[in-house]
T-cell receptor, first 112, second 115 residues
Framework: DQQVKQNSPSLSVQEGRISILNCDYTNSMFDYFLWYKKYPAEGPTFLISISSIKDKNEDGRFTVFLNKSAKHLSLHIVPSQPGDSAVYFCAASASNTGKLIFGQGTTLQVKP | DAGITQSPRHKVTETGTPVTLRCHQTENHRYMYWYRQDPGHGLRLIHYSYGVKDTDKGEVSDGYSVSRSKTEDFLLTLESATSSQTSVYFC??????????????FGPGTRLTVT
């Protein structure tokens, strides 16, 4: 039973355009959401997060949107750059646990 | 970068042999985690530790055991390796406190191949 789902295994966008990565979750107890980026042969690195009391969090070119009623979050990257090409994982947690549940990942390719 | 190292970084072993992977941190974080990454599955939690000698199972713990005798070290043991345990293994650390948001920081990974 996949509690966090990234239904698009891959995404390709042109440099300078917007990249939108999507994530759906099923557990209503989740109250904190994170995005990680992973390059080949490296560990995942934290990118941005959002608490369930917010619906948007922005950090430079990266913005995460949370729609609690739809149990959906998305990561927007504007403008996309070739260095953004990586695998992106969304993750969720409930604040009464110390554990994260990860989605399957989406491979983003940004073409020059 | 968080001070997390994993050893070995690569290992090839035969079916039926025991294997131990090591995670070492210099951040003095309370929580440590072991994940495996497989295509189509993302990152799945194997075991985690919330203090010295305090560990608990994750979602894919069968065939694995862990030990934490010091704050800085978290060991993952495959008691009798099988081909299905061929994977990339990541260690992570965090300073989670109940009710607060937190991030986990990951090590560089260990690629394990069981032949």
């Amino acid at each position: 039973d996949q509690q966090v789902k990234q239904n698009s295994p891959s995404l390709s966008v042109q440099e300078g355009r917007i990249s939108i990565l999507n994530c759906d979750y099923t557990n209503s107890m989740f109250d904190y959401f994170l995005w990680y980026k992973k390059y080949p042969a490296e560990g995942p690195t934290f990118l941005i997060s959002i608490s369930s009391i917010k619906d948007k969090n922005e950090d430079g070119r990266f913005t995460v949107f949370l729609n609690k009623s739809a149990k959906h979050l998305s990561l927007h990257i504007v403008p996309s750059q070739p260095g953004d090409s990586a695998v992106y994982f969304c993750a969720a947690s409930a604040s009464n646990t110390g554990k994260l549940i990860f989605g399957q990942g989406t491979t983003l390719q940004v073409k020059p | 970068d968080a001070g997390i190292t994993q050893s070995p970084r690569h290992k090839v072993t035969e079916t039926g042999t025991p294997v131990t992977l090591r995670c070492h941190q210099t951040e003095n974080h309370r929580y440590m985690y072991w994940y495996r990454q497989d295509p189509g599955h993302g990152l799945r939690l194997i075991h985690y530790s919330y203090g010295v000698k305090d560990t608990d199972k994750g979602e894919v713990s069968d065939g694995y055991s862990v030990s934490r005798s010091k704050t800085e070290d978290f060991l993952l043991t495959l008691e009798s390796a099988t081909s299905s345990q061929t994977s990339v293994y990541f260690c992570a650390i965090s300073e989670w406190t109940s009710g607060t948001p937190y991030e986990q920081y990951f090590g560089p990974g260990t690629r394990l191949t069981v032949t």
